[in-house]
């Protein structure tokens, strides 16, 4: 069972990204799948996630920037983020839920900078 996040990198404020995560060894078509997020220093915080049904919740920062979407049948989740700012800057996180199952990928880095 595994969870690979691709997409990370260097991009310039205002500028966009979209991170991928791949699952392998078991069907994501059950779980909710969410993406968090880590900054330097500080705590680990949800991004945005998407529920077995196709309903998405964002945090705040990410209302109207982010959107996240899923193909069950490709096993992949997706994270598409506009006009990213500093503050965007994390180690970004694939997570998938369901009931007492839980798996985490390894982070793909983001880095917001001129």
């Known amino acids: 069972v595994q969870l690979v996040e691709s997409g990370g990198g260097l991009v310039q404020p205002g500028g966009s990204l979209r991170l991928s995560c791949a699952a392998s060894g078991f069907s994501i078509r059950s779980y909710d799948m969410s993406w968090y997020r880590q900054a330097p220093g500080k705590e680990l915080e949800l991004v945005a996630r998407i529920s077995r049904f196709g309903s998405a919740t964002y945090a705040d920062f990410g209302t109207g920037r982010f959107t996240i979407s899923r193909d069950n049948f490709e096993k992949k989740v997706f994270l598409e983020m506009t006009n990213l700012k500093f503050e965007d800057t994390a180690v970004y996180y694939c997570?998938?839920?369901?009931?007492?199952?839980?798996?985490w990928g390894e982070g793909t880095q983001v880095t917001c900078s001129s």
């Open positions: 997570y998938a839920g369901w009931g007492d199952n839980a798996y």
